[in-house]
Structures are given as structure tokens and as C-alpha cells.
């Protein structure tokens, strides 16, 4: 009696946890950010003015776009908790006219592509990669 009791605990547990393993959901899942710093987390530069580097989250097929101020990107995410990587292709070349954005894009996609983790607070994401930090705003 014992045993099947406690086989029938075990798979409402299994059922309730089972949705939320199978949709493989994060708090990143379908949210749009804007950049606002980059750099170590002693140090950070702000974005250029005029600039929108954007990032978004698709839930769907776990994809990542965005715009790094010049250029679109696009690739993919897995979340792990709080751990985070992402792979990323550019998009064709649009030619920029300030070498400061062209800094930044080259900044900002060297930083990103090393995303280790992150944390929300509010409307706050911080993405860790290693020795620097990129911090968004939500859009």
C-alpha cells in the first residue's frame, strides 16, 4: 500500500514539474532590451548617444536578435539557471561613419559572445562575461 502511494506522489510531482522542464522557459524568454553600459564592472563606459543596441529574446526556437547600433545580429541562447551562452552570426555589412561606433559594435559583440550568466532586478538585466559586464535596460 505504502508503495503505491508513494508511486502515485511521485508522479503528481512528475507532472507538475514536467511542464516547466518540456517548455524549457527563462525569465529571458521574450523580452526586448536597450544597452546602456558595457565594460569592466569598476569602469563602465556608457553607450554612444544616438546609438540603440538593442538585444531581444525569442522564446521560439530560442533565437536572439538584435542591432549593435550599426549592424543586425542573430543567433541563438540556452538558459541554465542563471548561466546563459549565446551563439551569434552578424548580419551584412552596414558601413557606419564613426569609428566610436564601430569601436562599440566590435565592444559590445566581443563581450556578448563570452555571456557566462546574468540577473534581472527590476527592468535591469546584467549579462556577466567574465572580465566585463554589459548592463540593459527593458524596453
Not at 526556437?61 to 541562447?77: L, P
Not at 552596414?94 to 550568466?117: K, Y
Request: with cysteine.
Amino acid at each position: 500500500m505504502r508503495a503505491r502511494i508513494l508511486i502515485a506522489s511521485m508522479v503528481g510531482v512528475a507532472l507538475l514539474v514536467a511542464p516547466s522542464c518540456a517548455t524549457g522557459g527563462s525569465a529571458l524568454d521574450d523580452t526586448s532590451w536597450l544597452l546602456e553600459s558595457i565594460g569592466p564592472p569598476d569602469n563602465l563606459s556608457q553607450v554612444i548617444e544616438g546609438t540603440n543596441v538593442s538585444l531581444d529574446f525569442v522564446r521560439s526556437g530560442h533565437r536572439v536578435t538584435g542591432s549593435t547600433g550599426c549592424n543586425a545580429f542573430e543567433g541563438g541562447y540556452e538558459v541554465d539557471g542563471n548561466a546563459l551562452s549565446i551563439d551569434y552570426e552578424i548580419g551584412s555589412g552596414q558601413r557606419c561613419d564613426l569609428s566610436a561606433i564601430v569601436e562599440q559594435e566590435q565592444m559590445f559583440l566581443s563581450t556578448f559572445v563570452g555571456a557566462e550568466s546574468y540577473a534581472l532586478d527590476g527592468n535591469t538585466l546584467t549579462i556577466n562575461c567574465g572580465d566585463r559586464i554589459l548592463v540593459f535596460r527593458r524596453r
